[in-house]
C-alpha cells in the first residue's frame, strides 16, 4: 500500500532516446509535484499539477513534459535526453490548503514523497 | 530570491552528544520552513515543520527571522538520527506547495 510510488526505479538509456518515468498516489491528494536531484544532491522543483492543471512550470527545457491523466498520476516524459539529464528524479504529493480565512489555511500538508528514479544517460 | 543554506554538507557527532544542523534562507515575504529526512534507503519524509512548535524524535527546530536561521537541534544523538537532512522553505502559492530545499546535510552519529 505505498503511498507514491514511482516506475521504474533505475533507468539507463543513451543519448537522444525518449522515456517516460510514471508516477501514482493513492492518498486523495490534489497536488503532485516533480523533484530532481542533481548530483550534488540539490533537490529542485520542476513541475506541479493541482487536479491534472499545471500550477508550477520551473525553468525547465521543453523537452520535458508532464501529463496528469488524473488527479492521482502524474507522469514525466522526456525527449532527446541529454548527459545532463543524469540525476534521480522525485515524485511527490500532497493536500491543497484550505481556503484562505480558514482556521487552518496556513497549514500546508507536507509533501510525500516517491522513492525516486535513478535515470542515467551514457 | 528564495533561498535556503545549509554550509554543511557533512557533520559526525558522538553518540549522546549535541547535535545541530544549521539552516539559512533567504525570502522577503512570512516563511514556512520545514525540516525533511531520508533514511538509508528510505523515501525523504517530512520531519518537522516551524508552524507545529513541535518536538519530534527528540528534535527541535525554532525560527529565528532576525537572523533568518531555521536550525535543527537535539541534545543527545543517537545512532538511528544517521541520515540525510534537508531544510526546506515554502515559497509557494496556495494550493501548491513550492519548496525550496538546501543541499542537504549528511549527518552520521559515531558509537
Known amino acids: 500500500d505505498t503511498a507514491v510510488s514511482q516506475t521504474p526505479k533505475y533507468l539507463v538509456t543513451q543519448m537522444g532516446n525518449d522515456k517516460s518515468i510514471k508516477c501514482e498516489q493513492n492518498?486523495?491528494?490534489?497536488?503532485m509535484y516533480w523533484y530532481k536531484q542533481d548530483s550534488k544532491k540539490f533537490l529542485k522543483i520542476m513541475f506541479s499539477?493541482?487536479?491534472?492543471?499545471?500550477?508550477i512550470n520551473e525553468t525547465v527545457p521543453n523537452r520535458f513534459s508532464p501529463k496528469s491523466p488524473d488527479k492521482a498520476h502524474l507522469n514525466l516524459h522526456i525527449n532527446s535526453l541529454e548527459l545532463g539529464d543524469s540525476a534521480v528524479y522525485f515524485c511527490?504529493?500532497?493536500?491543497?490548503?484550505?481556503?484562505?480565512?480558514?482556521?487552518?489555511?496556513?497549514?500546508?500538508?507536507?509533501?510525500?514523497f516517491g522513492n525516486g528514479t535513478r535515470l542515467t544517460v551514457t | 530570491a528564495q533561498r535556503v543554506t545549509q554550509p554543511e554538507k557533512l557533520l559526525s557527532v558522538f553518540k549522546g552528544a549535541p547535535v545541530e544542523l544549521k539552516c539559512n534562507y533567504s525570502?522577503?515575504?512570512?516563511?514556512?520552513l520545514f525540516w525533511y529526512v531520508q533514511y538509508s534507503r528510505q523515501r525523504l519524509q517530512l520531519l518537522l515543520r516551524?508552524?507545529s512548535r513541535e518536538s519530534i524524535k527528540g528534535f527541535t527546530a525554532d525560527l529565528n527571522k532576525g537572523e533568518t536561521s531555521f536550525h535543527l537541534k537535539k541534545p543527545f544523538a543517537q545512532e538511528e538520527d544517521s541520515a540525510m537532512y534537508y531544510c526546506?522553505?515554502?515559497?509557494?502559492?496556495?494550493?501548491?506547495?513550492?519548496?525550496?530545499f538546501g543541499q542537504g546535510t549528511r549527518l552520521t552519529i559515531n558509537p
Open positions: 511527490a504529493s500532497s493536500q491543497k490548503p484550505p481556503r484562505p480565512g480558514h482556521p487552518s489555511s496556513s497549514y500546508n500538508s507536507p509533501l510525500h
Open positions: 492518498l486523495g491528494h490534489d497536488t
Open positions: 499539477y493541482n487536479n491534472k492543471e499545471l500550477i
Open positions: 525570502y522577503s515575504g512570512s516563511p514556512e
Open positions: 516551524h508552524i
Open positions: 526546506a522553505l515554502n515559497g509557494g502559492i496556495q494550493g501548491a506547495q513550492k519548496l525550496v
